[in-house]
């Protein structure tokens, strides 16, 4: 017990004072194979207990609250009935990828073995138990492809909101104004 407390400590001090907070780096330590220009906004415990089975491409973004699950974490109740499986970690277990350009949505839950393809988008709170084909928009529980990418891209441009500020302050002075038709 006391050792699985120094290695969270040890985790937890690694994260905030070597990689001063910087996401992407700590993962990449922790063996995520991760491209250029991500952001991930998600906490660093939410790439689960073998990170090192996470790959994700370029462009990508991750937000808060999305997790990785890598391993099948239910075979705790019949470890000892099958021949041959790891009494430890279980045997069951699969890598997650995320392909360039994706954008996964905050709460989404990755399963193990799930392929997203490129240039897609997993909705918000979805949790994804099979792979998502490239230039699509999944969501659910389960996800399942819901539209494809072109067809989400005009949904959007039909729902925009035209805005001209350059920082939050003008902003938000902009959206309460052509929303409450105040100023808050």
Known sequence: MLQA????????YLYGARFRGD???FLRYLGVKIGSRCFISTAIH???TEPWLVEIGNDVSITDGVVFLTHDGSSRLFRKKIPNMNVAHGNRFAP?????????GINAIIMPGVTIGANS????GSVVTKNVPAMSVAAGNPARVVLTLDE???RYRQKSVPVEALDRIALRRELTHRFWGEER
Not at 98 to 104: G, K, L, R
Not at 121 to 124: R, S
């Open 5 to 12: 407390l120094w290695e969270r400590l040890r985790y937890y």
């Open 23 to 25: 996401n992407v780096s």
């Open 46 to 48: 939410n790439f689960g």
């Open 96 to 104: 997650i990828r995320i392909e360039n350009n994706c954008f996964i």
């Open 121 to 124: 988008i997993v909705g918000a």
């Open 152 to 154: 989400y891209i005009e």
